[in-house]
């Protein structure tokens, strides 16, 4: 069976943000029912600044910096690199982010197994609903960007869980 995927490199990232639906389920399912309802409602412009907005904070956390005002400089200056060459956000979202994403869940000791399991789950579900080009069925109904919701939602929860409850 030949993949159709136009984004395979991403598939394990996808799952990432599942993680979450174990150490904070109502959080997870209530920033994503709410980012994903003020998403439908913004212009595709809106959705790529907010897109950008987020990931440089998100990805900001990935640098050991204390200075926030370099920390965020050099996720700004990634995202402008991203910008340009896009490969290179795929290649980091999968080789780095992601597996440091792990790796913290593995340090934090809190629930490894259910969120590996979740994770990696979410990930393998994508490769069928990516390869019957479901992603773009979706953006016929909800626009082009729909997936800023639930990216926004791992966001706004795995700051919060990070920040506030650990």
Known sequence: ????????????????GATSLIVSPYATLASNFFSGLCIYYCSYFQRVTLLIVFSIYHIADDFNIKNKIYKYSWSSLFHLAWLKWPMLSKCYLTLVHTPRHYFNIYKKKLQVTQQFI??????????PFLNANLDSKLNSILGELWYVGPIIAHIIVHSYYNNYIT
């Open 118 to 127: 979740i994770g990696v789950g979410t990930s393998l579900v994508a490769i």
């Open 1 to 16: 069976m030949m993949m159709l995927i136009k984004y395979p490199l991403l598939i394990p990232t996808f799952g990432h």
